[in-house]
């Protein structure tokens, strides 16, 4: 595909259950970010992927949340025991990686998971 | 710790310039971004400065990076209200895999 793509678009979900949010990043894009936007507010970084594995998850906020990239591509956000506060659109971001070409992150256009 | 501010709301006419202002904390910065949201969408990147320069220009957008103040802006001449949109502006450190630092972003509406 041309970009990032996330899904599903929305997410409405109860206070509890378990969420899975995906992104499918730029093909050939080896690194791959997740940020969280709450209202009125930039995004916040979650957790990076070079390749498979989880570079840096210092974003995440407790253990509830969770992501894996099996394969280096697509990306899958876990979300155990929802709580009404985790209510917010959830960015996904990839670059093609690497000192030379990290600086540049494209975005798709997000999972907006609201927790009843 | 990191900060990024960023001023909340800018209201301005049709065919007027833009002046959107940024100040970041962190020193050892490399990157500083502009991404624009509009409604229902994701972050479109629309420029970027290394920090070892001072201005940057793409057609209707000029960066301007004041280092020692820690304070960039970005002007958008002849505005238009399809530019009516929220602004953030980010910073990056060097080293790849470093996460962008948010500022809060600047709501522009554009009157015509």
């Known amino acids: 595909g041309a970009g990032v793509s996330q899904t599903p678009s929305n997410k409405v979900t109860e206070k509890g259950k378990y969420v899975e949010l995906r992104c499918d990043p730029i093909s050939g894009h080896t690194a791959l970010y997740w940020y969280r936007q709450s209202l009125g507010q930039g995004p916040e970084f979650l957790i990076y992927?070079?390749?498979?594995?989880?570079?840096?998850d210092s974003g995440l906020p407790n253990d509830r949340f969770f992501a894996v990239r099996p394969e280096g591509s697509v990306s899958t956000l876990k979300i155990q025991r929802t709580e009404r506060g985790d209510s917010a659109v959830y960015l996904c971001?990839?670059?093609?990686?690497?000192?030379?070409?990290?600086?540049?992150?494209?975005f798709g256009p997000g999972t907006r998971l609201t927790v009843l | 710790g990191e900060d990024v501010e960023q001023s909340l709301f800018l209201s301005v006419r049709e065919g007027d310039s833009s002046v959107i202002n940024c100040t970041y904390t962190?020193?050892?910065?490399?990157?500083l971004y502009w991404y624009k949201q509009e409604p229902g969408a994701g972050l479109q990147l629309l420029t970027y400065i290394f920090s070892n320069m001072d201005m940057k220009q793409d057609q209707r957008l000029t960066v301007l990076l004041n280092k020692k103040d820690k304070h960039l802006s970005l002007r958008i001449a002849d505005t238009q209200t399809g530019d009516s949109a929220i602004y953030f502006c980010a910073e990056k450190g060097e080293q790849a895999g470093t996460a962008l630092i948010f500022g809060k972003g600047t709501t522009l509406s554009v009157s015509s």
């Open positions: 971001a990839s670059s093609l990686g690497g000192p030379r070409y990290d600086n540049e992150q494209f």
């Open positions: 992927f070079q390749g498979t594995g989880a570079a840096d």
């Open positions: 962190d020193s050892s910065s490399t990157y």
